[in-house]
């Protein structure tokens, strides 16, 4: 099986882990890695701590040259002055960042971020060099309305708005259910695919095939080393964003090790 898209495992520690717990999170989690030979050439492994844990982790990669991507869980819309408490991209930058996640459903939802402020960070990310992570997906009384294919689709089109297609190109988009984070209801690997494919399809509708087969999209939600496999086997998923797992450096290895399976 040949990949078009290099596939794409994020672990999203949310608020856990403070700068010291991440030395030992970090340094289990590459041992291992190296441990069960990952082949970084199959799948890129990330870790995206919060913005206090990045110097550490910045530190840890560059000084042991260790094989792993970070990032941070959010960025201010603006470039830089008196926002208190932002932290802008040329900042994650400075400290190394390759990733950022936009529009998480908990910034949605405990910060009344909305489409155009996911709009504003997905934009400032690119102009400033960083890969943005945008997060969509549809909570459980949309589901049982069965509107979630048109609701996903709502919120991609309103984060994607006025970007180019080389622009969204390189971009990353997961796809979280937002019934399924953190409550151990994993969404099956049809449901998966369907709002994954619908995504990809659009995507193409919008700014042609060549865009579509490059944006990576990922799924997200109660992602585990048992259930990893199905989910990422279907053809428009492209890896995994995984919050409460990603905790553990054993579990997270294991499901980062997914594309390292010889069947692929
Ligand atoms: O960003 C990660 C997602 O919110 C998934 O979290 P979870 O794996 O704990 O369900």
Redesign the pocket.
């Known amino acids: 099986m040949t990949l078009a898209r290099k596939p794409l495992m994020a672990g999203?520690w949310?608020m856990n882990l403070n700068h010291v717990d991440a030395v030992g999170l970090v340094q289990k989690l590459v041992w291992t890695l190296e441990d069960k030979r990952h082949d970084p050439k199959k799948s890129e492994v990330v870790v995206l701590p919060p913005f206090t844990d990045l110097r550490t982790v910045q530190t840890l990669v560059d000084g042991d040259r260790l094989e792993l991507g970070y990032g941070a869980q959010d960025l201010s819309p603006f470039d830089g002055g008196a926002y208190t408490g932002d932290i802008s991209a040329d900042m994650l930058v400075k400290l190394g960042c390759s990733y950022v996640?936009v529009g998480?459903?908990?910034r949605r939802q405990y910060h009344g971020e909305d489409d155009n402020t996911v709009n504003a960070k997905t934009i400032q990310a690119i102009k400033k060099g960083l890969t943005p992570i945008v997060?969509v997906g549809e909570g459980l009384e949309v589901r049982r309305a069965d509107q979630h294919v048109d609701f996903t689709i709502s919120h991609v089109e309103g984060a994607l708005a006025r970007l180019t297609p080389e622009q969204i190109s390189s971009l990353v988009i997961?796809y979280?259910p937002v019934w399924?984070?953190?409550?151990g209801e994993v969404a099956t690997p049809q449901d998966a695919q369907e709002v994954c494919g619908a995504i990809r399809r659009w995507l193409a509708e919008r700014y042609g095939d060549a865009t579509a087969d490059q944006v990576r999209i990922l799924y997200?939600?109660?992602?585990k080393a048992s259930n990893v496999a199905s989910i990422m086997a279907q053809p428009d998923v492209d890896g995994a964003?995984?919050?409460?797992?990603s905790l553990n450096p054993e579990e997270f290895a294991a499901i980062a090790r997914f594309y390292d399976l010889p069947s692929l």
């Open positions: 999203n949310k996640v998480h459903s908990e997060c997961a979280e399924a984070i953190g409550t997200g939600g109660s992602v964003l995984v919050g409460g797992a």
